[in-house]
């Protein structure tokens, strides 16, 4: 479901985006030297992905000190991601795939929207790990699990 995902063990798709976050472009190219965890999410203020967002937020401090950076991905415009992030205090970047371009070169697109994947890009830019419909509950935790195993630590 959501098309085909692209390989692991080898580079992740580029993509820049418009953001709530920076300049008001991100690409995935600015994060090279990090980790970076890419989430697709269907839509903002969605009970599952406000659970999801939390979880990530609430992590924060244990991605940053695995040199990890978080970007959310989904349809909605700027925006509903800038309300988004205020109303639920993210500190980390959304952007808006607003014709789904970027959720389809990942494999995650629904037709309407993305789906809720997730994929690990280690500091080279390389597609490390992904996770397929993912429970928001417990996902920040295993994300930081598999970042562990990667890592090495």
Known sequence: MGGEQPPLNQPAPEFTLPSN????????????????????????FTPGCTLEARRFQQDLPKYRAKNTQILGISTDDVES?????????????????????????????????SLRHTYLIDPEGILRERFLGVRPSIHSAEVLAKLDVLQGT
């Open 21 to 44: 976050a920076g300049d008001g472009k991100i690409s995935l190219a600015d994060y090279r030297g990090q980790w970076v965890v890419v989430y697709f999410y269907p839509g903002d």
């Open 81 to 113: 991601h800038t309300e988004f992030c205020d109303s639920e205090g993210l500190k980390f970047p959304l952007l808006a795939d607003s014709n789904g371009k970027v959720s389809k070169a990942y494999g995650s697109w629904l037709g309407y929207s």
